[in-house]
């Protein structure tokens, strides 16, 4: 997959880059802003970041996106995702704001177990009628901003959704996560034709087995493929992934003595993160042409 991405970066796509942004030399950073020791490949995978780290440091707000993680089935693993997708950014050397914009508040129960990692802010919404208060605020502090939403449709997840560059959809292999992704994609829909623009969305297969598939899974993934796009990679059930709710921090952050996988977990993890990377830059690229 290292390799897939490295043909991508040297691919004509890449060479297309967006008006104002020039490939960058790029030196991946750990947690504590020390350079990686890093395979060729593994920096190679990490220049889309970097390249988009410097655009936004540049180019003040013209390229600093709101990401967030919409699905009206509970337990869908939004929070997941958008502590993964937040901690591997902040591990590349980005700053990111994450809003817990779930009453339950289980992202800032997480960000409460342990220090967070460098580059990670975490604030609890006070509701719908700060959220767009909270977002324009957020986006004065970092780069990135993740919104993690409530499991049901509300007056809130259509305020947070509206603002965004990227809604992220995190569906299983159950037919009740297909039905729940389609509805959150009518709503992403819905609020696009409020604003009057393209609000782009993406289904990210969560909890999966990475075993071979049922009949079952395989329609559903048609089914959700058919309906928008999807993250080629997928968050597979592990339990390096589960252990951030009662560990805390990131996944570099875990014990190995404790959670067996987090090797897999993090490759997991940087994979995604340069899909949402390679994701926003389509759409940039779009609104530009
Ligand atoms: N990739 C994964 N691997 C293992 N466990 C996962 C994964 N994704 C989510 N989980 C687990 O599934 C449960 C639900 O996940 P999560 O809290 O992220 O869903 P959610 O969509 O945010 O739910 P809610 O709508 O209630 O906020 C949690 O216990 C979490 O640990
Ligand atoms: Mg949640």
Same mark, same amino acid.
């Given at each position: 997959?290292?390799?897939?991405?490295?043909?991508?970066?040297?691919?004509?796509?890449?060479?297309?880059?967006?008006?104002?942004?020039?490939?960058?030399?790029?030196?991946?950073?750990?947690?504590?802003?020390?350079?990686?020791?890093?395979?060729?490949?593994?920096?190679?995978?990490?220049?889309?970041?970097?390249?988009?780290?410097?655009?936004?440091?540049?180019?003040?707000?013209?390229?600093?996106?709101?990401?967030?993680?919409?699905?009206?089935?509970?337990?869908?693993?939004?929070?997941?995702?958008?502590?993964?997708?937040? #901690?591997?950014? *902040?591990?590349?050397?980005?700053?990111? !704001? +994450? @809003?817990? /914009?779930?009453?339950? $508040?289980?992202?800032?129960?997480?960000?409460?177990?342990?220090?967070?990692?460098?580059?990670?802010?975490?604030?609890?919404?006070?509701?719908?009628?700060?959220?767009?208060?909270?977002?324009?605020?957020?986006?004065?502090?970092?780069?990135?901003?993740?919104?993690?939403?409530?499991?049901?449709?509300?007056?809130? #997840?259509?305020? *947070?959704?509206?603002?965004?560059?990227? !809604? +992220? @959809?995190? /569906?299983?292999?159950? $037919?009740?996560?297909?039905?729940?992704?389609?509805?959150?994609?009518?709503?992403?829909?819905?609020?696009?034709?409020?604003?009057?623009?393209?609000?782009?969305?993406?289904?990210?297969?969560?909890?999966?087995?990475?075993?071979?598939?049922?009949?079952?899974?395989?329609?559903?993934?048609?089914?959700?493929?058919?309906?928008?796009?999807?993250?080629?990679?997928?968050?597979?059930?592990?339990?390096?992934?589960?252990?951030?709710?009662?560990?805390?921090?990131?996944?570099?952050?875990?014990?190995?003595?404790?959670?067996?996988?987090?090797?897999?977990?993090?490759?997991?993890?940087?994979?995604?993160?340069?899909?949402?990377?390679?994701?926003?830059?389509?759409?940039?690229?779009?609104?530009?042409?």
């Amino acid at each position: 997959m290292i390799r897939r991405f490295s043909i991508l970066y040297r691919s004509p796509r890449y060479r297309r880059v967006p008006v104002g942004i020039q490939p960058m030399a790029f030196k991946p950073h750990d947690t504590n802003g020390q350079p990686c020791r890093c395979s060729p490949g593994l920096a190679m995978l990490l220049l889309p970041m970097g390249r988009l780290r410097q655009s936004s440091q540049e180019q003040g707000s013209w390229f600093m996106p709101t990401i967030s993680f919409a699905s009206s089935k509970g337990g869908a693993g939004k929070t997941t995702s958008c502590i993964v997708l937040g #901690t591997e950014l *902040a591990a590349q050397g980005t700053q990111v !704001v +994450i @809003i817990d /914009a779930d009453p339950a $508040q289980r992202l800032k129960r997480w960000s409460q177990l342990a220090p967070l990692p460098q580059g990670i802010e975490v604030v609890a919404s006070a509701g719908e009628r700060h959220i767009q208060d909270e977002i324009a605020v957020a986006r004065g502090r970092a780069p990135f901003v993740l919104i993690d939403l409530e499991g049901t449709a509300s007056r809130l #997840t259509s305020f *947070a959704i509206s603002e965004s560059d990227l !809604v +992220i @959809i995190p /569906a299983g292999e159950e $037919q009740q996560d297909a039905d729940a992704a389609i509805e959150t994609l009518a709503e992403v829909a819905m609020e696009g034709r409020a604003r009057r623009r393209d609000i782009p969305a993406a289904i990210l297969f969560a909890r999966t087995s990475a075993a071979v598939k049922s009949k079952l899974e395989r329609h559903i993934q048609a089914e959700l493929k058919a309906a928008a796009p999807v993250f080629a990679t997928q968050l597979h059930r592990r339990t390096a992934f589960s252990s951030l709710h009662n560990a805390g921090a990131g996944l570099r952050d875990l014990n190995p003595a404790d959670v067996n996988g987090i090797d897999k977990a993090v490759e997991n993890a940087q994979r995604f993160a340069s899909e949402v990377i390679d994701m926003l830059e389509e759409a940039m690229n779009a609104q530009v042409a």
